[in-house]
Nanobody
Framework: QVQLVESGGGSVQAGESLRLSCLAS????????VAWFRQAPGRERAFVAG????????LHADPVKGRFTISRDNTKNTAFLEMDSLKPEDTAVYYC???????????????????WGRGTQVTVSS
């Protein structure tokens, strides 16, 4: 049974940093792409960042470019989202997802990921 467990969320002030982790219990984790999505109250779930199976290809959504960095450690079945210069508009539940998307368009799509964590809350106050 595949399980994804996010951790590292919390409440911070604007300008501060957080590092989210996603621990995956899945066979051949290294062969899967990993993505982070977020969902704010009353809004649809949105792509934040994705990283391909070897880690050589990463994508970041425009609102977080230059502030967030996705990475992975395949030896630990773990992916990370380093979030710097946080803004109040970053407040959301952050979800980790694992799948096999092909191409950058698919990497941004919720439909490409069959496995999801339960999410971790990030709250940024001004």
């Amino acid at each position: 049974q595949v399980q994804l467990v996010e951790s590292g969320g919390g409440s911070v002030q604007a300008g501060e940093s957080l590092r989210l982790s996603c621990l995956a219990s899945i066979s051949n984790f290294a062969l899967h792409s990993v993505a982070w999505f977020r969902q704010a109250p009353g809004r649809e779930r949105a792509f934040v960042a994705g990283i391909a199976w070897r880690g050589g290809v990463t994508l970041h959504a425009d609102p977080v470019k230059g502030r967030f960095t996705i990475s992975r450690d395949n030896t630990k079945n773990t992916a990370f989202l380093e979030m710097d210069s946080l803004k109040p508009e970053d407040t959301a539940v952050y979800y980790c997802a694992v799948g096999l998307p092909i191409g950058s368009t698919a990497m941004r799509s919720i439909k490409a990921y069959p496995f999801w964590g339960r999410g971790t809350q990030v709250t940024v106050s001004s």
